[in-house]
Each structure stands twice: as C-alpha cells, then as structure tokens.
C-alpha cells in the first residue's frame, strides 16, 4: 500500500525556520518524482517544489526560491523541505504526493497524497 505521512509543520514566526517531512512507503522510491504542494485557505492548491530521485533534479517555485531547500534520503524513503525566512504568506496546509513527472503545475501528474501538515507563520 502506497503511503505518505508529512510531518514537521507548526507555528512559526515571520523570518523563523521549519523543516517539513515526507515519508514514504509502498513503493520504489528512487523511482519517482516527490513533490510539495501548500494549500491556503480560500486558495487552490500551489506547486511549491519537487525532487526527482532518479537523479535528484530540484525544482522550485518562484515564491519559495532561496529560501526552501527540498532533499531526499533514499536510503530512508524520506524527503525534506528546509523552509527558511518564513513569511506569513507561507501559512497554508502543506502536502507531499508521489509524481511521475517534475512539475508543480500539472497536478494530474501526481497519483498518491498525504494527508498535509500546517504551517501558520505568524508576524
């Protein structure tokens, strides 16, 4: 059976730090995208990152960059969002899905989720 359990969220202040896990079961790991997507409430669901395994390719959007560092630990079936200078609009539900492909847009590219973990950045 397919699983992915996130862990890691909290309350946070604004510029504080958060580490966020995903770990992984059920399948072959290496082989697969993993990505986080955040939900707000009020808002649809947003691409955040991604990580291949197959060759640990990273992907960021826009928003986050140079702030959240996404890794994977294979030997573990675990993968990392370092979440860095946190800003109140970084205050959603966070989730990992296991992908096929790397993208944060395509939704339909990702066939198992978690059930989320939450982030509130307070000022």
């Known amino acids: 059976e397919v699983q992915l359990v996130e862990s890691g969220g909290g309350l946070v202040q604004a510029g504080g730090s958060l580490r966020l896990s995903c770990a992984a079961s059920?399948?072959?790991?290496?082989?697969?995208?993993i990505g986080w997507f955040r939900q707000a409430p009020g808002k649809g669901r947003e691409g955040v990152s991604c990580i291949r395994n197959t060759d640990g390719s990273t992907y960021y959007v826009h928003s986050v960059k140079g702030r959240f560092t996404i890794s994977s630990d294979n030997a573990k079936n675990t993968v990392y969002l370092q979440m860095n200078d946190l800003k109140p609009e970084d205050t959603a539900v966070y989730y990992c899905?296991?992908?096929?492909?790397?993208?944060?847009?395509?939704?339909?590219?990702?066939?198992?989720w978690g059930q989320g973990t939450q982030v509130t950045v307070s000022l």
């Open positions: 059920g399948f072959t790991f290496d082989d697969y995208v």
């Open positions: 899905a296991r992908g096929w492909a790397p993208t944060l847009i395509l939704r339909d590219e990702y066939d198992y």
